[in-house]
């Protein structure tokens, strides 16, 4: 069984800074794109940064120069380091991985997996 747990949300003021960390564990062969998605209140979730297993990273615009994502593909994780942070930046915040998992003793094929999400709130 695959599982994502989050940690590191919380409540800052505008300016401040946060740390998002995912890891993934059980039974994984190996994983390709990690990455974050938040989702607001009354709105659709939306893709925040994503990094390949080889490096390639996306951000969204609205969080360029202030988000940086990172991961440690020998510990499986996945951080996500917040500046700068605005009151838009509000949301629950969900890791999101590609995993190939073991099926016994075999590779299977790749799925999709969701954390159960981290509040982020960022007071003006």
């Known amino acids: 069984q695959v599982q994502l747990a989050e940690s590191g949300g919380g409540l800052v003021q505008a300016g401040g800074s946060l740390r998002l960390s995912c890891a993934a564990s059980?039974?994984?062969?190996?994983?390709?794109?990690m990455g974050w998605y938040r989702q607001a209140p009354g709105k659709q979730r939306e893709l925040v940064a994503a990094?390949?297993?080889?490096?390639?990273?996306k951000y969204a615009e609205s969080v360029k120069g202030r988000f940086t994502i990172s991961r440690d593909n020998a510990e499986n994780t996945v951080d996500l380091l917040m500046n700068s942070l605005k009151p838009e930046d509000t949301a629950i915040y969900y890791c999101?991985?590609?995993?190939?998992?073991?099926?016994?003793?075999?590779?299977?094929?790749?799925?999709?997996?969701w954390g159960r999400g981290t509040q982020v709130t960022v007071s003006s």
């Open positions: 059980g039974s994984i062969f190996s994983i390709n794109g």
């Open positions: 999101n991985a590609e995993i190939i998992p073991y099926t016994g003793a075999l590779p299977s094929d790749a799925l999709t997996y």
């Open positions: 990094i390949g297993s080889g490096g390639p990273i």
